[in-house]
């Protein structure tokens, strides 16, 4: 864009939100091409800029953004929304520059319902003040990210986010009502006032997940959930992954409503919970189980779901671990324990039916750690999202020494997605369970939905017929 043209644009933006709220020095914009995706903090490491949006604008009100959105088409520039900048798969990557909306100054709590125990915020809320403000009023958004003290809300959405008790709870998109959403052609709308209906297609769900593709979300109405009378947790050590998945798979198929089960592999429990969480196992698969609610209800879960996991012989190693554990399950995420730069790494996580669980598994781990053994790959996971049908497989794969050239640390880096996505979708997985889709795997998305695809993309072009929402992200490609 010639300095002229972005002049003027500048002059345009600064009349809607106001010249403080529009920046455009290098080290403001580069703040906004980077999240923990690896490839931008590659290319920031080995001292290359990665793509950068050509102005971030901070508005404060729906309106505002509807303004900076009509403006946008006026010029046909893309809009990158942004929330916390905690994603991990380059959502907010401006692949083609334009104008990255940083939503956090939406950020109002507008309404607690204690009748219908719903709660209204605007999207750019920070998901751990919402939290400590609805605990002042004895409830609970039941949706813990390990991201929750940088992400918002509206991020929660736009990625269909699991949180670590959503085995219970359900993930976001189980527990939105509402939106408000504002349209690529700067139209602000909103849905239906509740989920369940038999009012015609629900298009409530159409934006919830799309990452900014269909709409930009601006504001959500979600349950609540009281806090809990009691919350416990435990411990246990099964002889080997199948034993663990067994006894989760039974605990689940009975009802018995964990708050969370996250069950660990044997090169996950003897490298990671025991660095991390201090818990002295050398062998097998750790799990913590945690139960929450009234007292009397959660004796007879416990007690039951307890009995299962013994008789698939695991060792109960008491209550301690396992709050232990809740204590310090964000420490995975933080320095000096969590994963950075100079290795590669990343989080393939997909989710599939009970069935397919173990060979999916199987044929990830043996055909990375062959494919990859030049690089001393080292492939690991546990589950920690678990359904009435099935469960989540949280799985990561570190390289600790990998190229310097960034073109080929690039290619490489793609190379082990592209195999790892094709065995998700083979075993029957799919692209991601709670990460969303972005950059990193967004080339995937048509060959996951194949025919299907027809919806996606015919939404799209009625939607946003150049394609400015958030452009290059679940495979819809440039601005047209």
């Known amino acids: 864009m010639h300095r002229l043209q972005s002049q003027m644009i500048k002059t345009e933006l600064a009349g809607i939100v106001g010249p403080e709220y529009v920046l455009t020095e290098e080290a403001d914009r580069t703040i906004y091409g980077v999240d923990y995706f690896w490839v ?11 793509p950068l949006p050509d102005f971030v604008v901070l508005p404060e009100t729906v309106e505002q953004l509807s303004a900076v959105i009509r403006l946008a088409n006026v010029y046909k520039i893309p809009v990158i929304p942004w929330g916390g900048g905690s994603g991990t798969q380059g959502g907010i990557v401006p692949v083609y520059g334009g104008i990255t909306v940083d939503l ?46 940088s992400a918002t809300l509206g991020g929660y959405l736009a990625a269909r986010g699991s949180g670590t008790i959503s085995t219970k709870y359900g993930k976001a998109e189980d527990m939105v009502l509402t939106l408000q959403v504002v349209l690529p052609n700067g139209d602000i709308m909103r849905t239906l006032p509740v989920p369940n209906h038999a009012a015609g297609p ?75 969480l201090g818990a002295d196992v050398d062998h097998g698969s750790y799990m913590v189980i945690g139960f929450d609610g009234l007292a009397d209800i959660v004796d007879v879960q416990e007690n039951i779901a307890y009995d299962i996991c013994r008789s698939f012989g695991a060792e109960d190693l008491g209550e301690e671990p396992g709050h232990h554990w809740w204590e310090h399950r964000y420490d995975f995420y933080f320095p ?34 062959e494919r990859y053994k030049k690089w001393d790959i080292f492939y690991y996971g546990h589950l920690s999202h678990w359904f009435p049908w099935g469960a989540m497989l949280y799985d990561r794969f570190i390289i600790e020494n990998p190229p310097q050239d960034p073109d080929e640390a690039l290619a490489l880096h793609n190379e082990i997605w592209d195999t790892a996505v094709k065995i998700n979708l083979e075993y029957g997985g799919v692209l991601n369970e709670h990460h969303g889709v972005g950059l990193k795997i967004g080339r995937h998305v048509r060959s996951q939905y194949g025919p299907a695809f027809q919806v996606l993309d015919a939404l799209k072009q009625g939607l946003d017929p150049h394609n400015l929402l958030n452009p290059g992200k679940m495979g819809f490609g440039p601005v047209k």
Request: aromatic fraction near 8%.
């Open 40 to 50: 931008p903090r590659l290319l920031i490491d080995r001292g290359e800029l990665p």
């Open 104 to 149: 956090k100054r939406l950020s109002r709590i507008i309404a607690i319902d204690p009748q219908s125990q719903t709660v209204t915020a605007q999207a750019g809320i920070n998901g751990f003040d919402l939290e400590c403000a609805l605990n002042e009023h004895g409830f609970m958004l039941p949706h813990y990210p390990a991201s929750v003290h």
């Open 202 to 276: 629900g298009i409530l769900q159409v934006f919830v997940g799309a990452e900014g593709s269909y709409g930009i979300i601006t504001e959500a109405t979600m349950r609540l959930e009281k806090l809990p009378e009691v919350r416990r947790f435990r411990s246990f050590l099964f002889p080997d992954l199948h034993s663990g998945i067994e006894a989760g798979r039974r605990i689940m198929l009975d009802r018995l409503q964990p708050l969370v089960i996250r069950l660990y592999d044997e090169p996950s429990t003897i490298k990671t919970v025991k660095r991390v």
């Open 336 to 369: 000096p324990k969590t994963l950075d730069m100079p290795w590669m790494f990343g989080t393939l996580d997909t989710v599939c039916t009970f069935d397919k669980l173990e060979p999916l598994y199987e044929a990830k781990k043996r055909t990375l750690e």
